[in-house]
């Protein structure tokens, strides 16, 4: 069965992250036709990259980036939950998504944002990142305001309008997940004894 990753972006303490990526990962589990496991990053710290190539050159030589490449690779697509700071993404979640690859190529990406807007300046910023990455983003979005879908911008309290957003996102993340299987290649063949394999790297322009 299809498998997609949620991808929880924030790391700081006190985050809101958590509420909205278990509203997530409820709504999702309740369907038939794919499965869905929360990735937090907080369980996968990452320094600044410390990588003698670039990942798409590997091969990665540091165990925390051949551990953060396994945990990703067997994912067919992602849904990305994601605060929105100065307009901007998270920097850790930037940081992640840099430190890969071939484990993002000809994979989906949805993304559910978070913040006084929507959380959707943030998101603008990772469909162009997740674009260059050989990922496909898909158009719907569900864009969360603190204003009106949290308490007293603490509690996380989404209405109608948020989860029919996520419902359309994850129809989408899964259909195109399904879509672009016959391009991928198995995770066993992009990750090795020796970290991340990039035959492909080629195909993406890049300032080493």
């Not at 309740?30 to 670039?54: G, K, M, Q, V």
């Not at 993404?89 to 940081?95: D, E, F, G, Q, R």
């Not at 162009?128 to 603490?154: K, R, W, Y």
Request: with cysteine; proline share 9%.
């Amino acid at each position: 069965m299809t498998g997609i990753g949620i991808i929880l972006g924030s790391t700081r303490p006190n985050r809101k992250g958590p509420q909205v990526a278990r509203w997530v990962l409820d709504i999702a589990s309740r369907r038939d036709d794919a499965d869905f496991e929360l990735i937090d990053l907080c369980e996968h710290p990452l320094p600044h990259l410390t990588e003698p190539a670039p990942p798409m050159f590997g091969p990665s030589v540091h165990p925390h980036t051949r551990a953060w490449a396994g945990r990703v690779a067997p994912f067919d697509g992602f849904v990305i939950v994601t605060p929105e700071y100065n307009q901007s993404a998270p920097a850790v979640l930037k940081n992640a998504i840099d430190h890969v690859y071939a484990e993002w190529v000809n994979k989906a990406v949805g993304f559910v944002s978070y913040g006084v807007n929507g959380g959707v300046c943030a998101a603008s910023q990772l469909r162009q990142l997740c674009g260059t990455l050989g990922m496909a983003a898909v158009g719907p979005q569900a864009a969360i305001s603190l204003h009106t879908d949290f308490e007293n911008h603490a509690d996380f309290t989404p209405g109608n309008r948020p989860t029919a957003a996520l419902d359309k996102v994850l129809d989408q993340v899964v259909a195109w997940s399904s879509s672009l299987a016959p391009l991928r290649r198995p995770a066993t063949d992009t990750i090795d004894s020796e970290g991340t394999d990039h035959d492909d790297a080629e195909r993406l322009p890049v300032t080493r």
